[in-house]
């Protein structure tokens, strides 16, 4: 196994999700919408859209992305950012999350 792939999960190796919490900036609301309606919000090859959620009426959302490439999580997030606040969070499952906290409490 190369560094990278021990960094970065590969396609053989289990997918990594990534959580992006946006904001529309002030005054770009309706381009961001625009831009969505056109676009679809239709993440970069090597990612895979799992869930959106939106706020009715506001301009906050989730965007749970699965894929196996960060820097597809860079360009994604590099299109939308001169109109959205962007915050991207690696997130696991309840199962990978209880079998890091049983190590520590084993210990």
């Known amino acids: 196994m190369s560094v990278e792939s021990s ?3 590969t396609t053989e ?3 990594m999700k990534f959580m992006v919490t946006w904001r529309t900036r002030p005054g770009f ?3 961001a919408l625009e831009k969505f309606l ?8 090597g990612l895979k859209t799992v869930g959106r959620w939106h706020v009715p009426g506001s301009i906050l959302g989730w965007h749970l992305l ?3 490439d ?3 999580v860079a360009e994604h997030v590099a299109e939308w950012a ?4 962007l915050e991207v969070n690696p997130v696991i499952e309840d199962t990978a999350a ?10």
């Open 7 to 9: 960094v970065f999960p």
């Open 13 to 15: 190796e289990k997918l």
């Open 29 to 31: 609301y309706n381009v």
């Open 38 to 45: 056109k676009t679809g919000g239709k993440p970069p090859q």
């Open 66 to 68: 699965e894929g196996d």
């Open 70 to 72: 960060p820097t597809a």
């Open 82 to 85: 001169d109109m959205l606040e």
């Open 98 to 107: 209880a079998e890091g906290a049983s190590r520590v409490v084993k210990k």
